[in-house]
């Protein structure tokens, strides 16, 4: 059974950094593609950044500079490392897991983590 573990959320004022992680089990993360999603107050959930390997990586325009995402295979967890964070990166985020690229392109991910918050004060 897929399971995914999130940590690393927080509070954290603008400018700042946090890094998210996700662990999974039950499949191996380097044989999936994997994603940040996020929903923020109000808001529709949006992609944040997804990876499978070199052949797939892709970040949201509004990340893009700032947000680095990146497997490690050897301990089987997704990180999304968030610098210059702003008030509108305020939201829950959400790890994700496919092993059709085909479904992760098209954001149509089977499993899901359960979200860590993250806050950013101005």
């Known amino acids: 059974q897929v399971q995914l573990v999130e940590s690393g959320g927080g509070s954290v004022q603008a400018g700042g950094s946090l890094r998210l992680s996700c662990a999974g089990s039950?499949?191996?993360?380097?044989?999936?593609?994997m994603g940040w999603f996020r929903q923020g107050p109000g808001k529709e959930r949006e992609v944040v950044a997804a990876?499978?390997?070199?052949?797939?990586?892709r970040y949201a325009d509004s990340v893009k500079g700032r947000f680095t995402i990146s497997k490690d295979n050897a301990e089987n967890t997704l990180s999304l490392q968030m610098n210059s964070l702003n008030p509108d990166d305020t939201a829950m985020y959400y790890c994700?897991?496919?092993?059709?690229?085909?479904?992760?392109?098209?954001?149509?991910?089977?499993?899901w983590g359960q979200g860590p918050q993250v806050t950013v004060s101005s």
């Open positions: 994700a897991a496919d092993f059709s690229l085909q479904r992760c392109v098209s954001n149509q991910y089977n499993y």
């Open positions: 039950g499949y191996l993360i380097s044989t999936y593609c």
């Open positions: 990876i499978r390997s070199a052949d797939f990586t």
